[in-house]
C-alpha cells in the first residue's frame, strides 16, 4: 500500500473509534516511539488508554511477534489498558499465539472488511433517517428510487417471517428510551444498585444472616451489572469494561451507605 493507502486506513480505524466513545490521537508520539493511534475512553472512574497499530503490509507478508512485543512496550509507557492491532494482510501462527495469551487484540485484513462493510451500512442506513426526517420537515415527498424500493421490499418479506412488519416496528419504538437509558452509565448504576436492592430486601424477608444477605447483593449487583451492559454491548472487551465499572461503583456507593448508617 502506499502511504496515502495508510493514511486513510488510519482515519478510518481512528473515525470507527471516535464513533465508539473514544478520543483518538492519530500519529502520537512517545518518548521513543510513534504510534499510529492512541484512544482514550472517558469514564467516572477515569481515562482507559488503548494503543493501536495499523499496519498496511502486502497480503504476502504477515504481521510478526516483532510488532506485538513494540506495542506491549508502549503499552507500558502510556499505561495503556488494551493493545490492538489492524493489519491489511494477515499475522503469524506465532503471533496469534502470543496475542491469546496476553492483552492484545489482533484484526487482520478479513475482520478490517468486516468491520468496513459493518461502518458503511452504519453510515448508509444514517444517511436515509436522515434524508426521510428532512424530507418530512419540508412537507413534501419523494418517491424512492428501484434500487431503495427492493431493499424496503427485503426487509418486509424478513419482518413478515418473523411475524409481521408493524409488530417489528413496535418493538423499535419500545427499544429507544430504554436502549438511551442503558448507554447511561450513571442510569445503570442507578438501575443495578435499585434491582439489588429490592432483591435484597425479599430475601431478607426470608433469611436473617447478614452474611447470606450481603453475598445476595454482591451476587446480584454482578448479574445486574453485566447482564444490563449485554443488552447493547456485545463486543466482549466493551462488556468487561462497562460491566465492571458499573459493578465496582455499585459496590462502593453501598460500602457508603453502609458506613454512614443507611
Do not use: C
Not at 413496535?170 to 452509565?185: C, D, E, V, W
Not at 459493578?247 to 458506613?259: G, K, Q, T
Amino acid at each position: 500500500m502506499s502511504k496515502l493507502e495508510k493514511t486513510r486506513l488510519v482515519n478510518f480505524v481512528a473515525k470507527v473509534m471516535e464513533e465508539s466513545g473514544f478520543k483518538a490521537y492519530k500519529n502520537f508520539q512517545t518518548s521513543r516511539h510513534i504510534i499510529d493511534i492512541y484512544g482514550v475512553l472517558p469514564t467516572i472512574l477515569g481515562d482507559i488508554g488503548i494503543v493501536v497499530a495499523v499496519k498496511n503490509y502486502d497480503e504476502r507478508w504477515e504481521v510478526g511477534l516483532d510488532v506485538l512485543k513494540e506495542m506491549e512496550m508502549v503499552a507500558k509507557t502510556l499505561k495503556a489498558s488494551k493493545i490492538v492491532i489492524f493489519s491489511s494482510s494477515y499475522f503469524t501462527g506465532s503471533a496469534v499465539d502470543y496475542a491469546d495469551k496476553r492483552n492484545i487484540k489482533l484484526i487482520d485484513k478479513d475482520g478490517l472488511m468486516k468491520l468496513a462493510k459493518k461502518f458503511s451500512k452504519k453510515n448508509l442506513e444514517e444517511s436515509e433517517a436522515s434524508d426521510e426526517d428532512d424530507s418530512m420537515e419540508s412537507g413534501s415527498y419523494t418517491p424512492p428510487s428501484s434500487s431503495s424500493s427492493l431493499s424496503f421490499l427485503k426487509g418486509g418479506k424478513k419482518s413478515l417471517n418473523k411475524g409481521g412488519g408493524s409488530g417489528r416496528g413496535n418493538i423499535n419504538i419500545t427499544l429507544g428510551p430504554t436502549k438511551a437509558i442503558l448507554s447511561n452509565t450513571i442510569a445503570l448504576i442507578i438501575i443495578v444498585l435499585l434491582l439489588s436492592s429490592i432483591l435484597t430486601y425479599i430475601v431478607g424477608l426470608n433469611y436473617k444472616n447478614t452474611a447470606y444477605i450481603g453475598m445476595t447483593k454482591i451476587i446480584s449487583s454482578a448479574i445486574l451489572s453485566y447482564g444490563l451492559v449485554l443488552v447493547l454491548e456485545r463486543d466482549l472487551m466493551s462488556l468487561l469494561v462497562k460491566g465492571t465499572i458499573v459493578f465496582f461503583v455499585s459496590l462502593i456507593i453501598y460500602v457508603i451507605l453502609i458506613l454512614i448508617g443507611v
